[in-house]
């Protein structure tokens, strides 16, 4: 068995699975931003006193919430070409990694939209007297006092759901990204054992999300030294 690791666990495929974990990464951070700016648009949306709007982000964070994240990932890689296809005949390229990182991007948005929607519920609605009292329009209101008072709220909730998405960027292993999971099954496919390039894997990952989570602790406690 010992023999076995150090054949696996060379410097090359050690570097070839911390290369993975970039890739990993990448995904995961891309993806956070995109949620964040998709989930105040949503919170926005459905906080909003247009009909309309109110329908398009509760459409939109049901119907996310309600299917799983593997078929969104395989609808923006297999069924949006297909669908560019079967209507200009023409073939569409797809850059696995971008349309990996749009799946996620637009799921972690409506989990987002939630946690950015109850911020903002938990600011004092004095804030908004305070804000009218003055003059000042409901978007500015908005802009100006009541998000950046949410978001310190909501720093804790969106580093874990950061946790998440690390762990929940391995789904695009399933359409060719090279990531850490993709990595760790290459790996094992070359030496026939698939068991010790998974533990590797299981304990960059695992890494990763304790760091992780061990600065968000630190940022919750400061924040409420804070308060």
Same mark, same amino acid.
């Given at each position: 068995m010992i023999e076995t690791i150090v054949k696996i666990f060379t410097g090359e495929n050690i570097l070839f699975l911390l290369k993975g974990m970039e890739i990993?990464?990448?995904v995961a951070i891309c993806a956070t931003v995109m949620g964040i700016l998709l989930g105040v648009l949503a919170a926005i949306c459905k906080m909003s006193r247009s009909k309309a709007l109110r329908v398009i982000g509760n459409v939109y #964070?049901?119907?996310?919430?309600?299917? !799983?994240?593997? /078929?969104? %990932?395989?609808?923006? &890689? @297999?069924?949006? !070409? *297909? /669908? &560019?296809q079967m209507i200009t005949g023409d073939y569409? !390229? #797809?850059?696995? /990694?971008? *349309?990996?990182?749009?799946?996620?991007g637009i799921n972690s948005g409506a989990y987002s939209c939630e946690l950015i929607r109850s911020s903002i519920n938990a600011v004092d609605k004095g804030q908004w007297e305070a804000g009218m009292s %003055?003059? @000042?329009?409901?978007?500015?209101?908005? $802009? $100006?006092?009541? %998000?950046p008072q949410a978001f310190k709220r909501i720093i804790p909730p969106l580093a874990n759901e950061f946790i998440t998405l690390i762990k929940d960027s391995s789904l695009v292993s399933t359409i060719g990204v090279i990531d850490l999971m993709k990595s760790s099954n290459i790996l094992g496919a070359r030496y026939y054992n698939y068991f010790f390039p998974m533990i590797g894997a299981a304990f960059i990952y695992l890494i990763l999300t304790l760091t992780i989570a061990h600065f968000t602790g630190k940022l919750e406690r400061r924040l409420a030294e804070g308060d």
């Open positions: 990993s990464l990448f #964070v049901e119907f996310i919430r309600g299917t !799983p994240m593997l /078929l969104q %990932l395989s609808f923006f &890689y @297999l069924g949006i !070409p *297909m /669908l &560019y569409l !390229p #797809v850059n696995a /990694l971008l *349309m990996g990182i749009l799946a996620i %003055l003059g @000042l329009r409901r978007s500015v209101i908005l $802009k $100006k006092i009541i %998000l």
